[in-house]
């Protein structure tokens, strides 16, 4: 998971930090939303995995 997740800011460190600065802007309460919505669909994925 996380040589996936250390992909993307090595191969594009621009685009990363744009990202993160767009999501940092959001309200509080979208983040959250993500968040859930990222975690629930890793434990769906667990569960079928296993």
Avoid: K, S
Wanted: glycine residues 8%; proline residues 6%; hydrophobic residues 60%.
């Amino acid at each position: 998971m996380l040589i996936i997740e250390g992909m993307f800011p090595f191969v594009f460190p621009t685009a990363w930090r744009d990202t993160f600065r767009r999501i940092a802007e959001r309200p509080v309460h979208h983040i959250r939303i993500g968040g859930l919505v990222a975690m629930v669909l890793g434990l769906i994925l667990l569960l079928i995995a296993t």
